[in-house]
């Protein structure tokens, strides 16, 4: 069993020669504000261990969290938060991480349950399909839903990414926190 209450925080890199290699990986990646600190918190049972932020695009920092001394999750930037003009930090960085990487065992995806998934969201999942890395898709802010509004995200869900395989939570109400750890715990373990 991972005790996910011993975790802590380690490093901020900000480039893959900074990515610590030492012990696997559980990568959390979605777009800005989708709740991924929030997830992080909740999943660590530590409110104080990510920032978690009412403006997009905080992140700019792989953070690395140490669990249980057994593997490190991985706080990324979020993806989809441009300035005008610029070329996508998540891009530059996070293909870096991703093809220089042989510790990555588990990619967790999170999109946010209240809405449709954005051009971003899909252009990621073309990217992540390329890759060989698990990934495991978690519906975030479930506790905005009601019945029929799930059941269409669902749908929707599983017509995008052609998969009935992820888990719905909520950092705020604690819901699927559990289930997610499991899942966790059975890759990592
Ligand atoms: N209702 C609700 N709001 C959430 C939940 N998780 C995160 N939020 C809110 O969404 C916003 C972004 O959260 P954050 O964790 O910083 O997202 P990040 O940018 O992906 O790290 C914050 O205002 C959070 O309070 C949740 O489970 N339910
Ligand atoms: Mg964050």
Same mark, same amino acid.
């Given at each position: 069993?991972?005790?996910?209450?011993?975790?802590?925080?380690?490093?901020?890199?900000?480039?893959?020669?900074?990515?610590?290699?030492?012990?696997?990986?559980?990568?959390?990646?979605?777009?800005?504000?989708?709740?991924?600190?929030?997830?992080?918190?909740?999943?660590?049972?530590?409110?104080?261990?990510?920032?978690?932020?009412?403006?997009?695009?905080?992140?700019?920092?792989?953070?690395?969290?140490?669990?249980?001394?057994?593997?490190?999750?991985?706080?990324?930037?979020?993806?989809?938060?441009?300035?005008?003009?610029?070329?996508?930090?998540?891009?530059?960085?996070?293909?870096?991480?991703?093809?220089?990487?042989?510790?990555?065992?588990?990619?967790?995806?999170?999109?946010?349950?209240?809405?449709?998934?954005?051009?971003?969201?899909?252009?990621? &999942?073309?990217?992540? #399909?390329? /890759? %060989?890395?698990?990934?495991?898709?978690? *519906?975030? !802010?479930?506790?905005?839903?009601?019945?029929?509004?799930?059941?269409?995200?669902?749908?929707?869900?599983?017509?995008?990414?052609?998969?009935?395989? &992820?888990?719905?939570? #909520?950092? /705020? %109400?604690?819901?699927?926190?559990?289930? *997610?750890? !499991?899942?966790?715990?059975?890759?990592?373990?």
């Amino acid at each position: 069993m991972i005790n996910f209450r011993k975790a802590k925080f380690v490093k901020s890199a900000c480039g893959k020669d900074d990515v610590l290699y030492d012990y696997d990986h559980v990568l959390f990646v979605g777009k800005s504000n989708v709740g991924k600190s929030s997830l992080l918190n909740a999943l660590c049972d530590n409110k104080g261990l990510a920032y978690v932020s009412k403006t997009p695009g905080h992140t700019k920092l792989l953070n690395h969290f140490l669990v249980d001394e057994q593997f490190y999750l991985v706080d990324a930037p979020g993806y989809g938060y441009r300035k005008l003009g610029k070329k996508d930090q998540f891009d530059e960085m996070m293909s870096q991480y991703f093809e220089h990487n042989p510790r990555l065992k588990l990619v967790v995806w999170l999109l946010d349950s209240r809405h449709e998934p954005s051009d971003d969201d899909c252009n990621f &999942y073309e990217y992540l #399909s390329k /890759l %060989k890395v698990p990934a495991l898709i978690v *519906l975030t !802010k479930c506790d905005k839903l009601n019945q029929s509004e799930r059941f269409k995200i669902k749908r929707t869900i599983e017509n995008l990414f052609e998969t009935s395989d &992820y888990i719905m939570v #909520s950092s /705020l %109400k604690k819901q699927g926190i559990e289930e *997610l750890q !499991k899942r966790i715990g059975d890759t990592m373990l």
